[in-house]
C-alpha cells in the first residue's frame, strides 16, 4: 500500500460528505486531504495513526482530524469479520467564504484550528453522539446541513478532549515521504512480535541506517526507537485486555526478550504498570 492525497468526491447536493464505512477491514493507506475529518469507529479495533501519533482504537473511538493531516486506521485481522465507520469530510468554506470569522461560529472556529493537533473526544462525548451521527446520514441535504452545524457547536463546547499529536510535529505533504512512512507502518504491524533489525527496515526504502534514523526523525519528530516501542506497548495493552495471557507473556509476544525493559517501557508511555493498566480499564468498563 502507498501513502497518498485523498481526493474527496464531489459535494454533489450537501456542502458535507458523510457516509458509512463497512468492509472487512480498514484498507486506506496513510494519506492526507485538505477537508477536515470526523470519523466514529463503529466497529473494529486495531491501531490508530494521526500525524506522529500512534494508539490503539476500537469501537466507540470518536476522532476529530484536521486539513492535511496524514492519518490511517490499521485494524488488528483478530477475530474480526466486520469493521464500521462513520465518516465526516468538510472543508473549510462549506458554509461559504469568512463563515468562521462571524462572532456566532467563534468556538467553532476554534475547535476547527486545534483539529490540526487531531483531537479525540472522552468516551462520554462518543457515547452521546453514536446516534447524533446515524441520525445525520438519515437527513435531507438542508436538514443535514443545520444538524450538523449543531453538532460542530456541541463538539467545540465539550470538555476532557485529548490533542493526538505531540508538540513540534509538523504534517509532511510530500507524496514520497509518506509512501516511505507508510511502507515502514506496513512493516512494523506485520512484524511488531519479533526482533526488528534496523538495517532491514532501512533497506525497505532503499536507505542507509544512519540516512533512515535522520528521515525517521524528521517526519514524525520522534526516532524510530521510541515508535517501535510505543507500537510495542500500544499491541500489549491489546492483549491485555483482549486475552488471559501472562504478562511475561504477552512481553515476549510483543517482540521484547527482557521483562524489566518491557516493564520501563511500559511505565514510560503509560505512565502505569501493565496489571494496573488492566485493573484501571475493567474499573471503567463497569
Known sequence: ?????????????????AFCFKNTHFDAPLHFHPEYELTYILKGKGIRYVGNSIQNFEAGDFVLIGKNVPHCWKDSGINQTEV????????????????????????????????????????KTAKLFK??????????????????????????????????????????????????????????????????VLGTVAAIINLSEEAFCRFFKKALNKSFFTFINEYRINAACKLLLDSKKTVSEIAFNCGYDSLPFFYRQFKKFKKTTPLNFKSDYSTLEK
Open 1 to 17: 500500500m502507498k501513502a497518498q492525497f485523498e481526493k474527496i468526491p464531489e459535494f454533489n447536493e450537501s456542502s458535507i460528505y
Open 131 to 196: 446516534i447524533k451521527l446515524k441520525e445525520l446520514l438519515e437527513k435531507s441535504p438542508f436538514e443535514k446541513l443545520i444538524y450538523f452545524l449543531q453538532l460542530l457547536n456541541h463538539l467545540s463546547n465539550t470538555r476532557k478532549n485529548k490533542y493526538l499529536i505531540t508538540e513540534g510535529f509538523t504534517p509532511v505533504l510530500n507524496l514520497k515521504t509518506n509512501n516511505r512512512i507508510d511502507l515502514v507502518y506496513n512493516y512494523v504491524h506485520n512484524n511488531y512480535h519479533k526482533k526488528i
Open 84 to 123: 464500521k465507520s462513520i465518516v465526516i469530510q468538510f472543508d473549510d468554506t462549506f458554509l461559504g467564504n469568512g463563515w468562521q470569522d462571524k462572532n456566532e461560529f467563534r468556538t467553532i472556529k476554534k475547535l476547527l484550528l486545534n483539529a490540526s493537533n487531531g483531537i479525540k473526544f472522552s468516551a
